[in-house]
């Protein structure tokens, strides 16, 4: 399985580029993102890459960084996003930018990307909670925002309206698992 290209660029073009190694030339489908940190043309360049092998065809999926190839390879477990739609999403936004999308349930924002509507985009958020976290911005606030609903949640099963479970969580901890989140929780509506 080829997972790095490293050799001379011969062409580039914001949807592929062809990169010569050893006197072989690949052609490798790349995201607009990539496309903007390639080299001049007849430059030395590394890729990340994403072998595709299909029936008819073998694919190579190139990126400048492993973050987006991991955004890429989670991206196309998705059910109905295939490679091109994965590739688009991270032409759209970079690696950081989707995982936070992604974390803050933006069914909006992910639904922007081409040829992904909201059922698609809510299907992403299902399928990829907690997977690209930490690309995230602010690993820190997701976990924690995580975790409060998860506490609320615990105390809805338990028979507390949705109201007084959010006020109830309002004053725990920074790094609270959810065990003693619902036990201060708990704590603190039973005053």
Given at each position: ?191
């Amino acid at each position: 399985m080829i997972t790095r290209l490293s050799g001379i660029l011969l062409e580039k073009h914001p949807s592929y580029t062809v990169i010569d190694v050893s006197g072989i030339g690949y052609c490798v489908h790349i995201s607009v993102q990539t496309f903007d940190t390639l080299p001049e043309i007849n430059q030395s360049v590394v890729l990340h890459i994403q072998m595709i092998v299909r029936e008819d065809a073998l694919l190579l999926f190139g990126f400048s960084s492993v973050e987006e190839r991991e955004s890429f390879r989670h991206l196309i477990r998705v059910s109905g996003i295939g490679a091109k739609m994965a590739l688009s999403a991270l032409s759209v936004f970079d690696s950081k930018t989707l995982a936070d999308a992604i974390a803050n349930e933006d069914v909006r924002r992910l639904s922007s990307i081409p040829g992904i509507g909201k059922k698609t985009a809510e299907r992403m958020i299902l399928e990829l909670r907690g997977q690209l976290v930490h690309l995230a911005s602010d690993t820190s606030q997701v976990a924690k925002s995580r975790t409060i609903d998860d506490v609320i949640a615990t105390l809805i099963s338990l028979g507390y309206n949705e109201r007084e479970a959010t006020l109830a969580t309002k004053e725990l901890p920074e790094n609270v698992d959810i065990g003693e989140g619902v036990r201060l929780a708990l704590k603190k509506l039973a005053k």
